[in-house]
């Protein structure tokens, strides 16, 4: 494993990528197509081969290179060969605390048409590919590093839904790390029935937030629906955070929104799985907004203490700013400018991405910033502040 404060130069990282023991050997004009690709993508900032093939500046023509890029693109087994070394490097870094968070997103392509799979464009012009990204952090960290890109349309062979597909993601990952680390799901953008299937598995550790206050749950011998739940679990424990909120939300600018945040729990038995989980209730109000309680399920089972329960809460709180930070690094790449005619090229370019993404963000040396959207104490900056800030006379903004 690399040193965390020995700088790395992507040609290392490339070379610990094809490695003979991460996966089935690489040959030499595969190993060559892999350096290759991780530079271009890397000096262009681009997933466009015509891109690609000048940020590689050789001294043959543009056109020359464009051809054996898109040549060896094509290669239906270096998909997954890649994509397994990847995740084994990846996997190395996970513990058994690392939050393994699972992303869900869309790839464009705006009016294109002749793309192998691509979704019916008639009833839309941005029809486009499903993208499944899980990557992993730490608890209190950051920064992470990608584990898997799985891309897919509901035009590929074999489809079920899109549930399906992010839940065998999540299971190949969790086959890689030797089932360490704890799932989170980003809520915005996974299926519900993702989360189902995850909650009837018995084997997979988790922290999620429950978006159908209907789901039933046991306790003792009662049954009880999740929004009962929330009404019967006192939260005993509190702390005052301040949340960053975007424009346009609360005010004609970013708002520092102060919010007294206090959480419970208690353990309930998941009826799929019969399975002892832990319920938690997240109450949160502010100065100008009503209270709001929020459920999740986690499998997390020492939770006794503030510091346990308030930590888990705090570790869900900053996916999101991980989840940021990776979008704008991802999209400075502009993913969905790619040129590619056929499905294994676009699956083995986004691949490819994510590696150069890896290194960036976990291998390079270089922290990148995070903002972060929740913190302990006042956000810094000329701000709307729902509060008073000592000296400074007012600052809040009405109701």
């Not at 464009?121 to 608890?139: H, M, N, R, T």
């Not at 035009?155 to 360490?180: I, M, Q, Y």
């Not at 929020?294 to 991980?322: H, I, N, Y």
């Amino acid at each position: 494993m690399v040193n965390k404060h020995q700088k790395v130069s992507l040609s290392d990282f490339a070379d610990r990528l094809c490695a003979d023991s991460l996966a089935q050997p690489l040959g030499k004009v595969e190993r060559k197509f892999v350096h290759s690709m991780l530079k271009g993508i890397s000096v262009s900032r681009s997933v466009n081969l015509t891109e690609i093939a000048r940020g590689l500046d050789e001294s043959i023509s543009l056109h020359a290179t464009h051809k054996r890029l898109s040549r060896n693109l094509y290669d239906v087994e270096l998909v997954n060969n890649i994509s397994d070394r990847l995740l084994k490097i990846g996997s190395e870094k996970v513990s058994g605390q690392t939050r393994l968070i699972v992303h869900l997103s869309e790839l464009h392509k705006k009016f294109a048409r002749k793309i192998e799979f691509l979704p019916s464009a008639e009833e839309s012009a941005s029809a486009g590919f499903k993208v499944c990204e899980i990557i992993a952090s730490d608890p209190e960290s950051k920064t992470y590093f990608p584990l898997l890109t799985h891309v897919w349309s509901h035009e590929v062979p074999g489809f079920v839904s899109d549930a399906v597909e992010v839940f065998n993601s999540v299971k190949k990952v969790l086959a890689a790390t030797s089932n360490r680390g704890i799932i989170f799901l980003d809520n915005r953008s996974i299926p519900r029935d993702t989360s189902e299937m995850i909650f009837a598995d018995s084997g997979i550790n988790y922290m999620i937030m429950i978006d159908d206050h209907d789901m039933p749950v046991r306790v003792r011998n009662e049954c009880f629906s999740i929004g009962e739940m929330l009404d019967r679990v006192e939260t005993r424990y509190g702390k005052i955070l301040y949340k960053l909120v975007p424009v346009g939300v609360l005010g004609s600018t970013q708002t520092d929104l102060d919010l007294f945040v206090h959480a419970g729990c208690a353990s309930v038995k998941i009826p799929s799985s019969g399975r002892s989980v832990n319920f938690i209730a997240l109450r949160t109000k502010s100065s100008i907004l009503e209270e709001q309680a929020t459920p999740f399920l986690t499998t997390e089972t020492d939770l006794r203490s503030r510091k346990a329960l308030m930590g888990l809460v705090d570790s869900f709180l900053s996916l999101q700013d991980v989840l940021a930070m990776h979008r704008a690094l991802r999209e400075s790449f502009n993913p969905e400018n790619f040129r590619v005619l056929s499905y294994k090229r676009l699956q083995l370019l986004m691949t490819l991405l994510e590696a150069v993404i890896g290194y960036e963000v976990s291998v390079r040396g270089v922290e990148l910033p995070i903002d972060q959207i929740f913190t302990q104490s006042p956000h810094d900056g000329q701000i709307q502040r729902t509060y008073l800030l000592p000296g400074r006379g007012p600052a809040a903004v009405s109701r």
